[in-house]
């Protein structure tokens, strides 16, 4: 079966930097679009970054904008999302997702998989 699982995830000094990955199996990775999305404590799960089937397109939240960088590695089945100038508000649980139609979608219902997610923390 489908399995996405996310690492990487931590405590991290608020201007520090922090890589989270996700790792996916059971799935041919280069058919599908991947993007990152993250949920905070009493908050909606927020579209993050994506990108496309190729790594070609990224896509990102004006919030994380200049910030984050989402890379794909398909021969290691891999999506990453190097964050960088963390701030207090990016602390929450990151969840990856995989979409087989879309592509940089920021909607939810277009994704078909998602991971459990990593928790990141903020300290300030």
């Known amino acids: 079966q489908v399995q996405l699982v996310e690492s990487g995830g931590g405590l991290v000094q608020a201007g520090g930097s922090l890589r989270v990955s996700c790792a996916a199996s059971g799935l041919t990775f280069s058919s599908y679009a991947m993007g990152w999305f993250r949920q905070a404590p009493g908050k909606e799960r927020e579209f993050v970054a994506a990108i496309s089937r190729g790594g070609a397109s990224t896509y990102y939240a004006d919030s994380v904008k200049g910030r984050f960088t989402i890379s794909r590695d398909n021969a290691k089945n891999t999506v990453y999302l190097q964050m960088n100038s963390l701030k207090a508000e990016d602390a929450a649980v990151y969840y990856c997702?995989?979409?087989?139609?879309?592509?940089?979608?920021?909607?939810?219902?277009?994704?078909?998989?998602w991971g459990q997610g990593t928790q990141v923390t903020v300290s300030s």
């Open positions: 997702a995989a979409s087989r139609y879309y592509s940089g979608s920021y909607s939810r219902r277009d994704y078909d998989y």
